[in-house]
């Protein structure tokens, strides 16, 4: 069964740092992955997809990579501002087309 | 892109009552979902709901605490029947078209039982 770990469980970082989330499967055989945002009590705002067959992909101040071979993927967060404080979620799809999530990173960026 | 419309955003209920929450898409998708997410834990798939047809569900969800409606291709709604206050979780609704396709989810139903 797919696992998927997300390290660290929680960040703090101040405001103008960049920063870097860690996804990590245990399954290669994947369609893809994505990455989601979670403010408290609310639902998920999709930030990225990445086909199993792309290395990267960037939106703004964020870029993810997929290493699938190694079962990683990374989130880089540039210029980190308090309006990204949330919790981030990597989400695996396996090829039986179920969504694995893992337990996220709950990052704070201070003023 | 789907913009997907959950209600109600959040409730407070009883004890052995019941709640329905609504599922509304802007567009007909294939695949609708629902998920759980208990107090500081990752999400739980509880059934794929099926137009015209059963639910099917995960191991460990049932239909008769559980009863899911999706009579068409935009909509859908869950039950979450006899609550008790083990049931107190984020209840999410999630679409997509399946294979290599983007996933979407509402803005989530926080229910709390007392």
């Known amino acids: 069964k797919q696992e998927v770990t997300q390290i660290p469980a929680a960040l703090s970082v101040p405001e103008g740092e960049n920063l870097v989330l860690n996804c990590s499967f245990t399954?290669?055989?994947?369609?893809?992955l994505q990455w989601f945002r979670q403010d408290p009590g609310k639902g998920l705002t999709s930030l990225l997809l990445?086909?199993?067959?792309?290395r990267e992909q960037t939106s703004g101040r964020l870029n993810a990579s997929l290493d699938k071979s190694s079962g990683r993927s990374t989130l880089y967060i540039a210029a980190s501002q308090p309006g990204d404080s949330a919790t981030y979620l990597c989400?695996?799809?396996?090829?039986?087309?179920?969504?694995?999530f893992g337990t996220g990173t709950s990052l704070t960026v201070i003023p | 892109s789907a913009v997907i419309s959950q209600k109600p955003s959040r409730d407070i209920c009883q004890r052995g009552t019941s709640l329905t929450i609504q599922c509304q898409v802007d567009?007909?998708?294939?695949?609708m979902f629902w998920y759980r997410q208990q107090p500081g834990q990752s999400l739980t798939l509880i059934a794929t709901?099926?137009?015209?047809?059963?639910?099917?569900?995960e191991s460990g969800f049932v239909i008769d605490k559980f009863p899911i409606s999706r009579p068409n291709l935009t909509f859908s709604t869950l039950t979450v029947s006899n609550m008790s206050p083990e049931d107190s979780s984020i209840y999410l609704c999630?679409?997509?078209?399946?294979?290599?396709?983007?996933?979407?989810f509402g803005q989530g139903t926080r229910l709390t039982v007392v």
């Open positions: 989400a695996v799809r396996g090829t039986g087309n179920q969504f694995y």
């Open positions: 999630s679409v997509d078209r399946g294979g290599v396709t983007e996933a979407f």
């Open positions: 567009s007909q998708v294939t695949m």
């Open positions: 709901a099926n137009q015209g047809s059963e639910a099917t569900y």
């Open positions: 399954d290669s055989a994947i369609y893809n």
């Open positions: 990445i086909q199993s067959s792309q």
